[in-house]
């Protein structure tokens, strides 16, 4: 069975604290791994998508990196309103339906 | 461009009494979802249609019902609403990356 974990489950911040997300996974045959962001009261919202191990994307002061076993979602010096519930999830093998994982819920306080 | 609209935003529902939630997509997507969000749980498939015309079962189907209306379209229907059931619902729609609703905020008393 796919399975994908996120770690912390929460996690708290000073402004301009720079920290690292994980996700990772156990699946045969990735075929790609999304982010997403969820802000209270809101659906996610996509953030990135990385095929390949190695691969690496940016989006102001977020970054995604891939290896075969895990991503990490990197956000350096964050700010009060990068304050959300970051959710990961994967396609793999022949089914393009994504596993999620039940998210980190990051605060970043000023 | 509206994405992905859900109606109703909120519902109330007594035990018992049947409802149906409605999701559209103006991005001309085949794929649609519905998942359901529980504290802890984070997002569970419930069903989903790969393109117009077909639905299939997801992670926690039992208690709802789904019909593809038409490309655009995907409703959920729950026949006797549970309190096991309270929970926020959201549709998304998909040709990749998926495209998530607001969702609903359904409670079952």
């Known amino acids: 069975e796919d399975q994908v974990t996120q770690s912390p489950e929460a996690l708290r911040l000073q402004e301009g604290e720079s920290s690292s997300l994980n996700c990772s996974y156990t699946v045969s045959g990735l075929r790609g791994l999304f982010w997403y962001r969820q802000d209270p009261g809101k659906g996610p919202e996509f953030l990135f998508t990385?095929?390949?191990a190695g691969e690496e994307k940016e989006k102001e002061r977020l970054k995604a990196t891939l290896t075969k076993k895990e991503s990490f979602l990197h956000i350096t010096a964050p700010k009060p309103e990068d304050s959300a519930t970051y959710l990961c999830a994967v396609q793999a093998g022949g089914s393009y339906i994504p596993t999620f994982g039940r998210g980190t819920s990051l605060i970043v306080h000023p | 461009n509206a994405g992905v609209t859900q109606t109703p935003k909120f519902q109330v529902l007594k035990t018992g009494q049947s409802m149906t939630l409605q999701c559209a997509q103006d991005m001309n997507h085949n794929s649609m979802y519905w998942y359901r969000q529980d504290p802890g749980m984070g997002l569970r498939l419930i069903y989903y249609?790969?393109?117009?015309?077909?639905?299939d079962k997801g992670e926690v189907p039992n208690g709802y019902n789904v019909s593809r209306l038409n490309k655009r379209e995907f409703s959920l229907r729950l026949e006797s609403a549970a309190p096991s059931q309270t929970s926020v619902y959201f549709c998304?729609?998909?040709?990749?990356?998926?495209?998530f609703g607001e969702g609903s905020r359904l409670t079952v008393l």
């Open positions: 249609s790969a393109s117009e015309g077909t639905t």
């Open positions: 998304a729609s998909s040709e990749g990356e998926l495209f």
């Open positions: 990385l095929y390949s």
